[in-house]
Every structure is written in C-alpha cells, then in structure tokens.
C-alpha cells in the first residue's frame, strides 16, 4: 500500500462504515502488495499502513495479502508485463 492506495483504502473503509450502519455486514477490504524482494521499501510501507488502517478502521475492514515475486518469474513472464506496461515499458516500470 503505498500512499494513494492507503487514502482509497480508507475512503473505502469510511464509505463502508455507512453502509454497515445499517446492521448489514461488510466483506473486508483486500490490500495487495507485491514485491520483488522481500526487503523493498514497499513491503516496509505496506505494512505500517496496514498497521494505521487498522488502528484506525479495525482488524476486521481489512485484509494484507502479500505477494513475492521470484526473480525467475519476473524473468519468465518480463516480455508480457512490458507489453501491459506504458508509456516506457522499461524495466524502472516494474518499481
């Protein structure tokens, strides 16, 4: 979660709390970050924005889902995400 998706998350979460007012229950919201070694500065941000998401919202609005990425499967599979990627589709557009 990086800084954006933290604000619609909780955009998300504070829309979601109307809804809930009314007795019905409401699924979790589903964070998901990925990266490509486990010591990147995005997984570090994910987490402490999870940790303020929840103090904030409770541990039952949200749900971290963390994704690895080998760098096998990056090499793998680099021709098809640079064909999604734009405007570049350099390798800097995997950051």
Known sequence: CGLYSTVLAALAAEAL???????GSVAPIELLNVAFDQA?????TALCSFQDLVARYGANRF????????????RQHEL????????????LDFN
């Open 17 to 23: 709390l109307s809804d809930s007012c009314d007795g």
């Open 40 to 44: 990147a500065p995005d997984r570090l």
């Open 63 to 74: 749900r971290l889902i963390l994704i690895d990425v080998g760098e096998d499967d990056i």
């Open 80 to 91: 098809a995400i640079c064909r999604l990627l734009g405007p570049a589709a350099t390798h």
